[in-house]
């Protein structure tokens, strides 16, 4: 049923490629399935935009479409045991490898938190269902699935809180004994806004002096990390990329924070800043932080900070648990072994690639996998229509990198 609408859907999206066009790398793979897809994302997004201006419906309500229609029943297979549980009142899927027990071997354990903007997405999609499934039998590992509340009905930092709370529940030595988890072998991983909350939440934990179980390694996923510069190089090359153009993830930013237009529209014009924001521009600077071929051919211009009375909302813009990219040095030398996939035609390559430099200045042992013909979310598309090859390739590496580090 789900395949059957999707497909339908994008062949109503190819049909309506005319008005949408839009020219894709050739390098990319795939093309003509990628177009395809993108039209289709693109067609909601008008109709969402349309809905909101009628007063109908709001554009995330209508985006959350995507969500529901890719939900599954997530349910014990013959390889991996699968429950619903509720974490400090946080509802989490846990997905536990088949060969359990047996001669009580501690296993390794993955924190999963899944993207969508802050505001879409579910640990109960399919592909990330299907990516769970795929940690635990692969891994031997126990894969807690986090299904944390989201914008705009919860503003930053809910989120971030929900999943920090089932971090800290997680990591207690009598709930990683009831499931039999090694606590030297945890990582938290997250895609996207999952990204950007796994790298919140790791700060955090690595810094409180009262937690005694470390994380053995994070990984970022084309991860969302700063939002003190929305017009970096790659947010300039990629602004009409399939699946996450400009304006949409400057909407998940802005909504993270707030409903209010004026921040969406300060946001798009890179002038949201405060002026005390100006002694944090270092971290995001990617004249200096973006290896040359990266910021060739743009000119380095810093973003205007402004006074304006929508400080109050932008004061969480600052926040590391929002913008971990701006976590000063202490912070970041204390971090575990690091994976960061970024993706060439994507708004947030940046951020991804300056958190591996500065991890790297501060002496954390960081692996960066960047793909040169990568889209953002193509991890996601795994299933059927929507199914790429890069994001079989992308999920195998990920997967191969937990093997050999976690
Ligand atoms: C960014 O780095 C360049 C090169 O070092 C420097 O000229 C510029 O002042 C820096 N900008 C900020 C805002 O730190």
């Known amino acids: 049923m789900r395949s059957k609408g999707i497909f339908l859907l994008l062949l109503l999206g190819t049909l309506t490629a005319y008005y949408v066009y839009l020219p894709i790398p050739d390098e990319m793979e795939e093309r003509w399935k990628l177009m395809a897809t993108d039209c289709f994302f693109r067609s909601l997004s008008h109709l969402a935009d349309l809905s909101e201006l009628l007063g109908l419906k709001d554009y995330m309500e209508i985006m959350m479409f995507i969500t529901f229609a890719e939900e599954v029943v997530t349910e014990s297979d013959e390889h991996v045991r699968v429950t619903v549980e509720v974490f400090d009142g946080v509802e ?27 505001c879409l997405g579910s640990a109960r999609m399919g592909p990330y269902d299907l990516l769970a499934r795929q940690m635990a039998s692969k891994l031997n590992a126990v894969v807690v699935s986090v299904e944390y509340r989201r914008a705009p009905e919860h503003h930053f930092p809910v989120p971030f809180e929900d999943v920090n709370r089932v971090v800290r529940h997680f990591i207690q030595a009598q709930v990683l004994a009831q499931y039999t988890v090694d606590p030297g072998r945890i990582a938290v991983a997250g895609d996207s806004a999952g990204g950007n909350l796994a790298a919140a939440v790791a700060q955090q934990l690595e810094q409180d002096p009262e937690q005694q179980v470390a994380l053995k390694a994070q990984v970022l996923l084309y991860p969302v990390l700063q ?57 995001v600077n990617w004249s200096v932080l973006l290896p040359e071929s990266f910021r060739e051919p743009y000119t380095y211009s810093a973003p205007v900070a402004e006074t304006s009375d929508l400080s109050h909302k932008m004061a969480a813009i600052t926040d590391p648990r929002a913008s971990p990219l701006l976590a000063p040095d202490s912070v970041l030398r204390l971090l575990p072994k690091t994976y960061v996939l970024t993706c060439e035609y994507d708004v947030l390559r940046d951020d ?21 013909t990568g889209f953002h979310g193509a991890m996601l598309f795994t299933l059927w229509p929507t199914e790429f090859e890069i994001g079989h390739r992308m999920t195998d590496n990920y997967i191969h990198w937990l093997k050999e580090n976690l």
């Not at 846990?94 to 802050?118: F, M, N, S, T």
């Not at 602004?239 to 237009?261: A, C, E, G, H, N």
């Not at 991804?352 to 960066?368: C, F, K, N, P």
Request: net charge positive; hydrophobic share 40%; aromatic share 12%.
């Open 92 to 118: 989490v899927v846990v997905y536990e490898p088949g060969q359990q027990g047996g001669d009580g071997e501690l296993r390794r354990a993955v924190i999963y938190l899944h993207g969508g903007g802050w």
């Open 227 to 283: 939002a003190l510069d929305l017009n970096t190089p790659s947010y300039q090359q990629n602004q009409d990329m399939p699946i996450l153009p400009k304006t949409l993830m400057v909407r998940f930013w802005s909504q993270y924070f707030s409903r209010d237009k004026a921040l969406f529209h300060a946001m798009m014009a890179n002038s949201h800043n405060k002026l005390e924001s100006a002694g944090l521009m270092k971290y």
């Open 352 to 372: 991804g690639i300056m958190y591996v430099t500065r991890l790297q200045r501060a002496g954390v042992d960081v692996t960066h996998q960047h793909y040169a």
